[in-house]
């Protein structure tokens, strides 16, 4: 099993940023992929940015193109969410993912529902 932290959670105003980490610990090699999603009350569970750690794929939903960069540390069990430009509507919780998934399914969006989790960081965004 892999454990995975987050931190880096908070308040900001619209259009601010925010970094998020998430670092992985126990056994690693279920975490070939790396992502995150997140969730607000009274919404679906959206997975929006998704690394794939030995070549550096990445994937991004439609929501996160252009404002959201998730990048790998030095050590490879360590992933950061640079988010920028935020908006009201990206108020949620955000969890970090990891599975022992290929690239394909990796980039594919699809893979959070059968992943590791972990506790997750509250993001605020006020107008």
């Known amino acids: 099993q892999v454990q995975l932290a987050e931190s880096g959670g908070g308040s900001v105003q619209a259009g601010g940023s925010l970094r998020l980490s998430c670092a992985a610990s126990g056994d690693t090699s279920s975490s070939t992929c790396m992502g995150w999603f997140r969730q607000a009350p009274g919404k679906k569970r959206e997975g929006f940015a998704a690394y794939y750690t030995s070549t550096g794929h990445t994937y991004y939903s439609d929501s996160a193109k252009g404002r959201f960069t998730i990048s790998q540390g030095n050590a490879k069990n360590t992933v950061y969410l640079q988010m920028s430009s935020l908006k009201p509507e990206d108020t949620a919780m955000y969890y970090c993912?990891?599975?022992?998934?290929?690239?394909?399914?990796?980039?594919?969006?699809?893979?959070?529902?059968?992943?590791?989790w972990g506790q997750g960081t509250q993001v605020t965004v006020s107008s």
């Open positions: 993912a990891a599975a022992p998934i290929g690239l394909v399914a990796c980039i594919s969006g699809s893979w959070w529902d059968n992943s590791y």
